[in-house]
């Protein structure tokens, strides 16, 4: 049984109980206050004929002869003296012997349930002396039949009142559950895939709607969370493409011939350096992916920091045939970060100029105030004045790459990490225009 069907039968029992509650009580307070107007009649009857009797000096009584019928709607009256019957109507035995049975006694109410009469008695005094009874009786078939008509009345409206609750309930627990149902059918149709898909069930205006913005909220955190993790986990495979291209070089060169110790010692020392880089590679990008704070600062030689940029990417410029060339920068020039974070930084950079340039990419590095300016440039095809933003966002490549022969080149990963590493380190990434190709500027901090 789900949610909105025993929300449905908590209503019908509320209802049904305080229905049958109120039923069962309008009909006793009914009950009650027909008898009492019974009885008051009764009484009334009782004190009105004693009223019309006389007694004589001769201690005789005179009294009129009671009229009616008791079967009927009228009342009827006895008057006992002595022991004697001065006055009965014609009734059944029954209730004539009954009303005998209430000479002599105390004022008392008596019921003749056989016959649905109820009788009332009360003493005959004489100067102080009680010398008979008088009794009254009335006749309870109307007030019994009204008693019933509106107990018959008061169940037939509790059961049409519980059926419309029950009718209307539904549709008022159907209508508020609707969006429940339809945010339950979206997610479970929605894949991995749909990220950016939310339930808009526009402002919060109810329990439901504010449920469905908690979700939508919740969403989005995990829709960024994901995002996070699928960008840092396609960073590191580019990032770790290089190493593993020259670990895989240095392997296959020493396992083609039978060479000296020595070559094995060289190419084992390169193979630990790619290790190397590829451990520090990993730990720049946990680093950057704690967006929330920055790259932890340090110092590095500048000219340290373009050799190993250059060492880096030897293997992607020669296979392009690109001569990477570097401009020796000032001395005693120190950027503001750690070395291996600066090479994170500039190498995407770099590789992404080796891609696209025609034959030469030029290296260089220059302080400005408080900040070390990393250049770039490459005799490519250049960066369109309208992309210059665009190629830094995440997969996507510039009109440069869509030629023939440089489709394969690249994911649209590198500037946009080299810019993201940037400016966790409170630097930049940025294109300018240049006199041929694109000129790349990195900005970090001066040590």
């Avoid at 009584?61 to 009342?75: A, C, H, Y």
Wanted: charged residues 25%; proline residues 4%.
């Amino acid at each position: 049984m789900g949610v909105r069907d025993r929300l449905l039968l908590a209503v019908l029992t509320t209802v049904a109980v305080a229905l049958i509650t109120m039923t069962v009580v309008f009909n006793l307070v009914l009950t009650t206050s027909l008898t009492s107007d019974v009885d008051k009649r009764l009484q009334r009857m009782a004190l009105d004929e004693s009223g019309t009797i006389t007694i004589l000096s001769n201690g005789q009584v005179s009294l009129p002869r009671p009229t009616g019928d008791i079967k009927e709607w009228g009342s009827q009256i006895w008057v006992f003296v002595n022991g004697y019957t001065m006055s009965a109507p014609s009734v059944d035995p029954e209730v004539a012997d009954a009303a005998k049975a209430l000479d002599g006694g105390p004022a008392q109410f008596a019921d003749v349930a056989e016959h649905d009469v109820r009788l009332y008695a009360i003493p005959l005094h004489n100067q102080g002396t009680r010398i008979g009874t008088i009794v009254t009786g009335l006749s309870m078939a109307p007030f019994t039949r009204t008693q019933n008509l509106t107990l018959l009345a008061t169940v037939a409206f509790t059961a049409v009142l519980l059926i419309i609750v029950g009718f209307a309930g539904s549709w008022v627990l159907n209508a508020a559950f609707r969006p429940v149902v339809r945010m339950t059918a979206e997610a479970e149709a929605w894949s991995t895939e749909d990220l950016d898909r939310r339930f808009e069930m526009g402002k919060p205006h109810d329990e439901v709607t504010q449920l469905a913005h908690t979700l939508d909220a919740m969403l989005d955190r995990l829709s960024a969370s994901l995002r996070r993790e699928q960008r840092f986990s396609a960073e590191v495979s580019h990032q770790l493409r290089t190493p593993v291209a020259k670990i895989k070089t240095e392997a296959e060169l020493a396992l083609r011939r039978e060479r000296e110790p020595v070559y094995y010692q060289e190419a084992l020392g390169s193979v630990l350096h790619s290790a190397d880089q590829m451990a520090r590679t990993v730990e720049a990008l946990l680093a950057a992916a704690q967006e929330e704070g920055s790259l932890a600062r340090g110092r590095a030689d500048v000219w340290q920091v373009l050799a190993d940029v250059v060492t880096s990417i030897g293997v992607l410029a020669e296979e392009n045939c690109v001569e990477v060339r570097v401009q020796p920068p000032a001395r005693n020039l120190r950027v503001g970060v750690e070395g291996d974070i600066a090479v994170q930084i500039i190498q995407p950079v770099v590789e992404n100029a080796c891609r696209f340039a025609r034959a030469e990419v030029l290296l260089g590095a220059a302080r400005n105030g408080k900040e070390v300016y990393f250049l770039v440039e490459d005799d490519g095809p250049g960066v369109g004045e309208e992309e210059k933003e665009r190629i830094f966002e995440p997969g996507v490549r510039g009109s440069a790459a869509q030629g023939e022969r440089n489709a394969a080149r690249g994911a649209g990963l590198g500037l946009s990490l080299a810019r993201r590493l940037a400016r966790a380190a409170s630097g930049d990434v940025e294109v300018r225009s240049g006199a041929i190709g694109a000129r790349f500027v990195v900005r970090l901090p001066s040590g």
